[in-house]
C-alpha cells in the first residue's frame, strides 16, 4: 500500500511570538532547518523571495448572520449598530442572552444554524460555517493553492470580536513538495496577526514595514472594500494591487462604485469576480469575429442577461464590458424587483439609437458555489433583418429560457463551459502573476459606476 505525500512542508507550525520578534523568529527558521528532528532528510530550504502577500481575513460573525439573512451591511470585521441589531434578533429568536454582542454562546448557535442551511458559499472564501480563516492553525488551505505556484511571504490580518486586548502575533513557514525533482525546497512564510479591528490599525505602520523590499507587493482584503477605512487606506497605499471578490459583497451596487472610487484614485484593484466572466467575454466577442456578424453588432439594441439571484455584480460588470466595448452611454436605470430582481438599463449608441437591457436574478433550487454566477445572455436586435441574435448559456435550461424572446431560429447558440478555476484561491493565485493596473476592467467598472449613479438618482427622486 503506498501513500501520498503531503502536498506542503511545515518547517514550523504556527508559533506564537511578540510583535518586536517576528522578523527574528523568522530567520531563526531558516538558520535551524535542516539540522535536526524531522526535516533533517530533505532538500535544502529556502525563503521565497517573490512577494508580499497581505490578507484581511474578516471575523466570521458578520459571515454567518448575512448567511442567515439578518446582515446586509458591511462585511468589515467591524461591530457596529447593524451588527448589533442583528445579533439581538438572532439571539432573541434563539432563546439566548440578548446581549447584542458577540459570544461562544452565540457564535455556537449561528454556526449551527448556518450548518443547517448548507454552509457558506465560496463568496466568504469556501471555507463553510466553521472554518472561515484559509490562515488559521489547523488550515493552510491557502497555501496549497498559493504556495504551489507561487512561494512567497503571506501577512494575514484576522479581526477578532470582543475587547481589545492588543495584537497577537504567530509566525510559521511551510513549503511546497513539488511533483518534479527538486534540489531545493522554496517555501512561504506566515505572518498571523490577530486583534480587534481597533487594534489591527494601530499597528499598521508594522505590517507595511513587513513587506519585503523591493518585491512586489498584494493586497487581498477580504471585507467589504471601504476607501475611508484607516487600515486599508494605509495598506492600499503602499501595495502594487488590491484584490477583492465582488461576489461576497452584501451591498453590491455601494460597494462596485466604491470600487470605481478606488480606481479614481489611483489604487490598482483586481476583482476575482471579473475574471469568472473571462470565458463569457471570450465568447461573446468570437460570436462577431466573422465579417458579416461583425457589421451587424452596430444592430444590437436588446441585451437579456440571467444571473443567480443573490448578487448582481458578475451581470453588472459584464454589461458595463459590453456598453464600454460599443461605446454605449447609460441614460436611465430602473429596479423593478419581483421574483427576478428585475433591473432595466437604457443606453444611447454613438448614432444616437436607443438600446435596452435587461437584468434579471433567476432563483435557482441548486446554485453553485459562487453567488450571482451568470446563466444565460442574449443579444438581439429589434430589427428582425439584422443577423446579430447570439445567446450563451451554462447549461440547456439557460438556453431554454432564452429561446422564448422569440427567433431562436436565427440565432446563435452557444454553451459556456463551466470552469473549474474559479474558486477564489485559484483565481488569486492567477492574479498573484500579474500586478497594476488593468485597463479593460477599469473602463468597464466606469460604465457600471455610472449605472449604478443613474439608479441612485432615480431612489433620490
Given amino acids: 500500500m503506498t501513500t501520498k505525500s503531503a502536498p506542503i512542508v511545515s518547517l514550523q507550525p504556527p508559533k506564537d511570538v511578540s ?22 532528510g530533505l532538500p535544502p530550504a529556502t525563503r521565497a523571495t517573490t512577494f508580499s502577500l497581505v490578507v484581511y481575513e474578516p471575523e466570521e460573525t458578520q459571515h454567518l448572520l448575512a448567511a442567515l439573512g439578518v446582515y446586509s451591511g458591511p462585511i468589515d470585521g467591524i461591530p457596529g449598530p447593524q451588527t448589533e441589531s442583528a445579533l439581538r434578533e438572532l439571539q432573541k429568536k434563539y432563546g439566548l442572552p440578548v446581549t447584542g454582542t458577540i459570544n461562544p454562546e452565540t457564535l455556537q448557535k449561528l454556526r449551527e444554524e448556518v450548518a443547517k442551511r448548507g454552509g457558506i458559499s465560496s463568496g466568504d472564501g469556501g471555507n463553510g460555517a466553521n472554518n472561515f480563516s484559509y490562515l488559521n492553525d489547523q488550515n493552510p488551505r491557502i497555501a496549497d493553492e498559493i504556495a504551489l505556484r507561487n512561494p512567497c511571504r503571506i501577512i494575514a490580518l484576522c479581526p477578532i470580536a470582543g475587547e481589545d486586548e492588543g495584537v497577537k502575533v504567530q509566525v ?48 487581498w482584503w477580504k471585507a467589504t472594500p471601504d476607501p ?13 494591487s488590491v484584490i477583492v471578490d465582488s461576489s461576497g459583497f452584501t451591498e453590491t451596487a455601494a460597494n462596485l462604485s466604491n470600487l470605481q472610487a478606488l480606481i479614481e484614485a489611483k489604487t490598482p484593484v483586481a476583482d476575482l469576480n471579473w475574471r469568472r466572466l473571462a470565458a463569457w467575454q471570450e465568447l461573446t466577442a468570437e460570436a462577431f469575429d466573422p465579417p458579416e456578424r461583425r457589421v451587424a453588432l452596430k444592430e444590437v ?23 464600454s466595448r460599443l461605446k454605449w452611454h447609460p441614460t436611465q436605470y430602473q429596479e423593478e424587483g419581483g421574483d427576478y430582481d428585475l433591473k432595466r438599463i437604457h443606453f444611447i449608441t454613438q448614432d444616437q439609437r436607443p438600446v435596452e437591457a435587461e437584468l434579471a436574478g433567476v432563483p435557482i433550487t441548486d446554485s453553485g458555489q459562487i453567488p450571482g454566477d451568470l446563466i444565460a445572455l442574449r443579444l438581439d436586435s429589434t430589427n428582425k433583418d439584422a443577423n446579430c441574435c447570439t445567446v450563451l448559456c451554462s447549461e440547456t435550461g439557460g438556453c431554454m429560457r432564452m429561446e422564448t424572446g422569440g427567433g431562436a431560429q436565427s440565432c446563435r447558440f452557444q454553451e459556456v463551459s463551466s470552469l473549474a478555476d474559479q474558486k477564489p484561491e485559484v483565481l488569486l493565485s492567477q492574479q498573484l502573476q500579474r500586478w497594476g493596473s488593468d485597463a479593460l476592467y477599469e473602463e468597464s467598472i466606469a460604465v457600471t459606476a455610472q449605472i449604478l449613479a443613474l439608479g441612485n438618482q432615480h431612489a433620490g427622486e
Fill in 301 to 323: 439594441d436588446r441585451v437579456t442577461i440571467d444571473y443567480e439571484k443573490g448578487n448582481s455584480a458578475q451581470a453588472l460588470m459584464f454589461l458595463g464590458w459590453l456598453a
Fill in 228 to 240: 475611508n477605512n484607516d487600515l486599508f487606506k494605509r495598506l492600499a497605499a503602499v501595495c502594487n
Fill in 172 to 219: 510559521s513557514a511551510y513549503c511546497p513538495l513539488q511533483k518534479q525533482a527538486s534540489n531545493t525546497l522554496i517555501c512561504c512564510e506566515y505572518i498571523t496577526l490577530r486583534g480587534t479591528a481597533t487594534a489591527l490599525e494601530r499597528v499598521g505602520g508594522l505590517v507595511s514595514a513587513l513587506l519585503i523590499g523591493d518585491l512586489p507587493k498584494f493586497l
Fill in 19 to 40: 510583535l518586536s520578534e517576528i522578523e527574528a523568529e523568522l530567520s531563526q527558521i531558516w538558520q535551524s532547518y535542516g539540522m535536526a528532528g524531522d526535516n533533517a
